[in-house]
C-alpha cells in the first residue's frame, strides 16, 4: 500500500456499519435512509436502460441532466447557469469533492475547512499534499467562531472548504456567516468550494427561518464559487452516486479536468433518472424534510430520555450528543461497546477533529430511518446499563 493512502485511517463509516451487521445490531450510524425515494424516478432508470442509454455519457454529464440542474438551481436559488459550461455530473458528491480538490489544489497550498468536517475532505486535502487549516465548530451550539474565520482565512489560503448544512453537526450556517467567509474570500481573493448535499433537508425552525442559504448567491460570490451536491440526499437515492458541481465555467473546467481521470464519465441511465427527479419530483425532498423533522423530534426526545440530550440540528440526517452525560469518557469506546450492550449503532466523530481531544466524547446519531427503527433504537439505548 502506498504511504499516501496507508497514512488515512479507513473511513469509520465501513466500520460502523460493519460492526451493526456482525452485532444485529440497528444502524443509526451512517447516513442513509432506509426507505428508497420516489417510484417514477426507479421507473425512469428502467426506462434509460430498456431505452439504451447504456454507454458511456459525455464525460460532462448527458445534456438532459446538465438542464435540469441548471433549472433546479434558477428555481430554487435564482442562479441562472450555462448547463453547457457551468454544470458537471460526477460519481455522487464523494467524486465532486475528490475532482474539485485535484482540479484545484497544488502541494503545499492551505485550505480552510469546517471542523468537525465529513471523512473524505480530509483524505482527499492528504491525497493533495494540501495544508489543512480548520476552523472548530464547537460544542455546544456547534457555530464558526467570527474571529477564528478571520485569523483562518488569509492571503495565504488558496480554497475554503464549506459545508452546509453540516455533516455530522448539522449545523445549517447563517447569512450572517456565510456573509463573513464571504467577505473574507473576496478580501483575499480565495476560491470557496461548499458542499451542500443536505440542501433541501432543513427544518423548521433553522435560526432566521430563512434556511439554507447557497454561498454562491452573496454578492461577487457567484464567480468565484463552486457548489457541490447530488441526488443521493435530496430524492434517498444514496446508493446511485449521482452528484454534481456547478459555477463559473473555470472552476467547473478544473473539476472535468480531474474526473475524465478518475471516472472519465459517470453512470449513463441513473443520469437520466435524476434528470426525471429534478423535473419531475420537485417537491418530493420538501415532503421528506418535514417527515425527517418529526423523526428529528422523536430521535431528540428519545436521546434525552436516555441521559443524552443533544441540541435539536436544524437540517441534514444528523444529531450529536456529548456522551460525558452518560459518564463516558471517549466516545468512539461508546460506540464499540453500544452494539454488545445495546444492540444499536452510532458514528464517533472524535475521528472528524484535527485534534481529537475536541470531539473526544462526541457521538453522531442519523435519523433518516424509519421512525419504528429509531423508537427502538432510543427504547434499547434507555435500557441499556
Ligand atoms: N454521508 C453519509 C454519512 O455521513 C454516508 C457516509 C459514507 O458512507 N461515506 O453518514
Known sequence: MSARVASIPPTI??????LAVRAGALNLGQGFPDVDGPASVV???????????????????????????????????GLALDPDR???????????????????????DEVVV??????????????????????????PDFRPDPDELRAAITPATKLVLLNTPHNPTGTVLTREELQLVADLAIENDVVVVTDEVYEHLVFDDALSTEGHVPIATLPGMRERTLTLSSAGKSWSFTGWK??????????????????QWLTFTSGAPLQHAVAHALDHEPDWPAALARDLQARRDLLCDGLAAAGLPARRPEGTYFATTDVSHLGWADGRELCLALPERAGVVAIPTQGFHDDPDAGRQLVRWAFCKEPAVIAEGVRRLAEAD
Open 114 to 139: 469546517l471542523e468537525p468536517y465529513y471523512d473524505s475532505y480530509v483524505a482527499m486535502l492528504d491525497m493533495c499534499g494540501a495544508r489543512r487549516r480548520p476552523v472548530t465548530l464547537r460544542a
Open 43 to 77: 421507473a425512469a432508470a428502467e426506462r434509460a436502460m430498456r431505452d439504451g442509454a447504456n454507454q458511456y455519457a459525455p464525460g460532462i454529464g448527458v445534456p438532459g441532466l446538465r438542464q435540469a440542474i441548471a433549472r433546479h438551481q434558477e428555481r430554487h436559488y
Open 242 to 259: 449521482v452528484g454534481w458541481a456547478t459555477g463559473p465555467a473555470h472552476l467547473v473546467q478544473a473539476v472535468l479536468a480531474a474526473k
Open 13 to 18: 463509516f465501513s466500520e460502523m456499519s460493519a
Open 86 to 108: 457551468e454544470v458537471v455530473v460526477t460519481t455522487g458528491c464523494t467524486e465532486a469533492i475528490a475532482a474539485a480538490l485535484l482540479g484545484l489544489v497544488d502541494p503545499g
